[in-house]
């Protein structure tokens, strides 16, 4: 049973940063394309930013230009830069595939943008 564990939420000021981290235990963790969502209440969950496993990247127009994901396979680990972060950001952060069927959802790390 794949695990997801998503950190480095927490609270930050508009215009600050935070630094995601999802670690998977997924074997072979490498062969799969990759993503960060997010979801408020009430709303749909929303994917924010891609990555494949060919390290092709792609984002929701919401948060171009100021988020980066990136991936580390030797440590099975996603991990989302957010810089430029407005209250619209906050939310519940979430990691799974891509492509259906996905993993088990993880616990997710909640991020708040708030002064």
């Known amino acids: 049973q794949v695990q997801l564990v998503e950190s480095g939420g927490g609270l930050v000021q508009p215009g600050g940063s935070l630094r995601l981290s999802c670690a998977a235990s997924?074997?072979?963790?490498?062969?799969?394309?990759m993503a960060w969502y997010r979801q408020t209440p009430g709303k749909q969950r929303e994917l924010v930013a891609a990555?494949?496993?060919?390290?092709?990247?792609d984002y929701a127009d919401s948060v171009k230009g100021r988020f980066t994901i990136s991936r580390d396979n030797a440590k099975n680990t996603v991990y989302l830069q957010m810089n430029s972060l407005k209250p619209e950001d906050t939310a519940v952060y979430y990691c799974?595939?891509?492509?259906?069927?996905?993993?088990?959802w993880g616990q997710g790390t909640q991020v708040t943008v708030s002064s």
């Open positions: 799974n595939k891509i492509n259906y069927p996905a993993f088990p």
């Open positions: 997924a074997r072979s963790f490498s062969i799969y394309d």
């Open positions: 990555i494949t496993r060919g390290l092709s990247t």
